[in-house]
């Protein structure tokens, strides 16, 4: 690859890609990295917010700190694993109120508390403006762990929860620029519980919808090399998705499918779990749906007009394509 | 504390104090994290570094990428520790060339690549400003761990290595910005074959000078509660800083003991084993410098006018008086 080309040329997977080719060892696609220890694995993730790319105006502090704690734990979720530990590397203004710091890690201790995650640590430095590193380590059974190579042709797709929520409030705080609307595009659920569930009843595969679903059913299926076909009708489309698509004037699927920052899972389970999978879940009520099954090559989503190849990539950064 | 208080009117330590009375369990005083599996202990760090506190201009990415490797490693030797795994938070702007990630991932690889640390993935995202967090896992034996709560009374003080190095690069830089002098500023080596070696010798504690000689004496004098006495004309003295005082006009105590950005570690050894300790590190070449001793309350520095008591705290983030 030429080395004048900029990120925002290459985009963002294609940074990842050069650099894990510089590395001369294989990096799992998977949502942590997952090493050894006794009859464990134990799970490493990190991921980073900023102002620019995640932070809109106006939100509180406490919203922010649920949300970076949100988006890790949702990695170690991804894998079906239990999260352990969590440590931040906070780089903030110097004018930044000690008040700010109170609601910020107030926000994540909630959620860390609701998930028994204990605080290890971490880095605090000053910065010309908001970047927020985590870093979460979780540990899963060999046999438990979820991986997105894992999925087989014949694995029925489900997702938890809904989909479409975080982004019709991304498009009705563009509109707007309500405050309301910034709270809810950071209003995550790290599907923990869900994941453990999932592990546990013998699925073989998870992703989690950061990048919005279309993108993370392309991941899904180019790790593990089986095709993937959706069916749009069976979508668990959030309702306020179906109000911002009328309000905003764009596409429903769009909104639920192609843009980023949903921390629902995409699991494949085999199909002879499937029925015994959906009784539990539905006993404990888990929203869980069906959603698709694996099969044949690439993707494609099943409309009333017939079956549509699935191109988008989702949201990527330094990209204009997202 | 006041809410409206700035974390340029607290500094780092006040920000810090802050957030761990908020989590309702103690924090150890170490450089890492030390979790209990098994009989060895996993040693959890985070470090950041940005442009605004550390990068000088001019400096080369592969500079910046060993120093981001070498502090994250540094606070894993401070402990006695092996390092094991490495992984990073970017935050890069769009404008990066390609060729900049790769010459930055190769400094990077160089310092992993020495201590047999693996990256274990990370994430890259588009922010302002560059803003690059390190993340790094290790291990040690339960039974060797170094930390600065058990350095006792009698213990002898060890410096490695030499001090005012990195803090002689600064104020050149400081007067010429000179660019040999800002590689310099960050030309620093994680000393883990000897915290290995220190901790397999019966040291009792360690801490890595990132703040300075005189903050990292209090840190270790306040976890472990005895008081430290330096002996001035003992103190290793890079040549380089000796240089740097005359030309820059700054007083070589302060260049020596007062600045950050150092990592050489700062040791306590019990009486009875500093003979053969010596005897050990001169065989294997390894710069091991008797300091002074933990002895009486508060720390103090033997100059040539008598004792006096060590006030500095050294560099500090957020604060005007580093």
Redesign the interface.
């Known amino acids: 690859?030429?080395?004048?080309?900029?990120?925002?040329e290459?985009g963002?997977r294609?940074?990842?890609k050069?650099?894990r080719s510089?590395?001369g060892?294989s990096?799992d696609d998977d949502d942590?990295?997952a090493?050894e220890?006794?009859d464990m694995l134990?799970l490493?993730?990190?991921?980073?917010?900023?102002?620019?790319?995640h932070i809109p105006d106006g939100v509180a502090p406490a919203a922010i700190g649920r949300f970076l704690a949100a988006v890790n734990l949702s990695d170690i979720a991804a894998m079906g694993g239990k999260p352990l530990?969590f440590?931040?590397?906070l780089?903030?203004?110097?004018?930044?109120?000690?008040?700010w710091?109170?609601e910020f890690?107030?926000g994540m201790?909630e959620v860390l508390d609701r998930y028994g995650v204990?605080?290890?640590?971490?880095?605090?430095?000053?910065?010309?403006?908001l970047?927020l590193?985590?870093?979460a380590?979780g540990e899963v059974g060999k046999n438990r762990v979820l991986r997105r190579r894992n999925c087989r042709k014949g694995d029925v797709i489900y997702v938890t929860g809904t989909v479409g929520k975080n982004a019709a409030a991304y498009y009705m705080w563009k509109k707007s620029k309500g405050r309301k609307w910034a709270r809810c595009m950071l209003d995550v659920e790290p599907r923990i519980k869900e994941g453990l569930f999932l592990s546990g009843m013998g699925a073989t595969s998870a992703i989690d919808l950061s990048d919005g679903l279309f993108a993370s059913v392309k991941q899904l299926s180019e790790a593990s090399g089986t095709g993937i076909s959706l069916d749009y009708s069976k979508l668990p489309i959030d309702m306020a998705a179906v109000c911002a698509a009328e309000s905003c004037g764009v596409d429903l699927m769009h909104i639920a499918c192609e843009v980023g920052g949903e921390y629902e899972l995409l699991v494949g389970v085999p199909k002879a779990r499937a029925a015994k999978l959906e009784k539990e879940a539905e006993r404990r009520g888990m929203a869980l749906t069906r959603i698709g099954i694996a099969r044949g090559k690439g993707c494609t989503i099943e409309t009333d007009k017939g079956a549509e190849e699935i191109t988008s990539n989702g949201y990527e950064?330094?990209s204009d394509t997202g």
């Open positions: 690859m030429d080395g004048r080309l900029s990120l925002g290459i963002e294609g940074v990842i050069e650099i510089m590395f060892y990096f942590c990295a090493i220890y006794g134990m490493l993730t990190t991921d980073s917010i900023n102002r620019q790319s530990y440590m931040t590397a780089e903030l203004e110097r004018d930044t109120r000690i008040r710091v109170r890690e107030t201790k204990k605080l290890a640590g971490g880095d605090t430095k000053e910065g010309h403006d970047s590193a985590g870093f380590v950064h330094f």
